[in-house]
């Protein structure tokens, strides 16, 4: 048996134990693959002054429009091919990446610079990009500056259209992308190509990217120290997503092992594959309730297939992202009516809109240019903003729920004022539909999401209006912590094992048994099998995640002892540090 590898260190670099190179970064995304490097080094538009004559400038600008309408075609040909639940996490992106095109500060500088330089378009679109860094950089707000990232890629497209190479990812099957970050609007994009991993110099293991490439299965390592210098283009690498490994140009006993996880893999998805029908209960025989999230009718039916007990969130964001102008109430109804169908008698929660943030919108419903929008006008706010859109949507929810169990989910809640006037315009379009000779449940659950601190700290104030809550810890974790999830410069201070999410999470499952109100985790957590064993000893009884984690999550459940688990929750509460909760997790039995 062959030495264990040693991991890299601040002295000389780590080796396998045949000779072969080891780097370490963290896994974001688990699975193991084998192939030839591409190296991409981080863009630069390394475009020398170029001046050009005055009766050149009419054709310089048409080449520059041919390459800006050339990135919009391929981004428009990539959106209209994504589907299931790529539709909300990459179009999103691609939506951002559309307005950027169009927005008239980039193109109308361009065309200027053009002119009075006047310049060729390449070197045009260097100053430009300069000129709109340095107005990021001065930015205050953290989030607002990730945005240069979204203005590069965008800049990074056009430059390739105007040397006419597109941008590079055909020719890739098998090779593993090595790279300074990655955006998700790629990701689809490169698998579809025939990547087979991806390693990154940034990012973090929680951002949108790495979401996405769970929801794929695409390998992906985030934060490898001096891997673009350590890497070159046509190396054999190995990649390992469950413990951040990458090896270069392994030897037989690398090769060996990686055979050897292959077929661990395989064994494991085959033992999975029997759990589909098995029940999801503890080993002390306490049922716990696995829920879905879907956006789209291939995860309603993924959600069937693998035994969920109904949808704990169905997001509707992506009727509205898809487009450039307001889904009507028809549509909306036969999208929800055919959630609720498709789940066979199972209960469908129905998020209602959550547009905002960082979700680009074409339709104008958005506020464009707010300051701070992860703070700004999205989720319930956006929706009492906007009446009419918020009564259309309400409307066909009501409809819908004659033809399945549907519940009512409100997100981005932070006061009982919010729920008491989303509650009396559900009563009133009610009242209308009934009057129009709509049937209409006799009662559909109301509920909230719990993901802003104030919610979670003055439950008692409003959960008598609800009934039943759901946790959204994406944003409740970067909220409580002051920590962008997307933001890699503070990617290690947002955790879900911080002392103080651990206490809120056991604060609001408390509050809710108290109350007799049900509670569910819909964030990225509830997926996550290494969290499984913390949310039980916390005492949750319903966990809604991606169909694609339900069935490593069920294992989880029916390897735990819930009753030992709780037993061990107050030491749990008592940890100090994220280290300690570390610790816990290691004896109550996961190998983190």
Known sequence: MPAPPSRPGSGTPARTASGALLLAGHGASRGNALGRARVRLPHALEVAEQRIP????????????????????????LRQRLHGALNQEVGEFLDLHALLLDDPELLFGLDELIRSGPYSAGYALRVQRDRLAKVFDGMDDAYLKSRMDDLDHVIGRIHAFLQKRPPDVKGMAGEILVCDNIAPSELAQLQAHGVVGIVTAGGSALSHSAILARSLHLPLIVNVPNVLQKVADGDVLIIDGSDGTVTINPQAPDLRGYRVRLREHAREQRELGR??????????????????????SEDVTQA???????????????????????????????????????MSGRPVTIRTLDLGADKADRTGLTLSNEENPALGLRGVRLSLARPKVADTQLRAILRASAYGRL?????????REEILAVRRRLHKQAALLRAEGYEVAEHIPFGAMIEVPAAAIALESFIDLVDFLSIGTNDLVQYLLAA??????????YSPLHPA??????????????????????????GDPLMTRLLLALGLTEFSLHPGTLLEVRRAIRDSDLSVLQAMAPKLLQARDRRGIERWIEKAGIDR
């Open 501 to 526: 999410v651990v206490r809120l999470l056991a604060h609001i499952l408390r509050t809710g048994q108290a109350y007799d109100i049900p509670v569910a985790v819909c964030g990225e957590i509830a």
């Open 275 to 296: 759990l589909r029908t098995k029940p999801t209960r503890t080993r002390d025989n306490v049922d716990i309730a696995l829920l879905a999230n879907a956006e789209s």
């Open 407 to 415: 519940r009512i989910l409100i997100p981005m809640v932070s006061t």
């Open 54 to 77: 005055p009766a050149r400038i009419d054709a310089e600008l048409a080449r520059l429009h041919v390459a800006v309408d050339a990135a919009r075609a391929e981004m428009h040909d």
């Open 484 to 493: 962008d999830r997307n933001n890699e410069a503070v990617g290690e201070l």
């Open 304 to 342: 069937h297939a693998l035994g969920a007990h109904g949808l704990g969130l169905y997001r509707t964001e992506f009727l509205f992202l898809q487009r450039n102008e307001l889904p009507d109430e028809q549509e909306q109804f036969e999208t929800y009516r055919d959630a609720a169908l498709g």
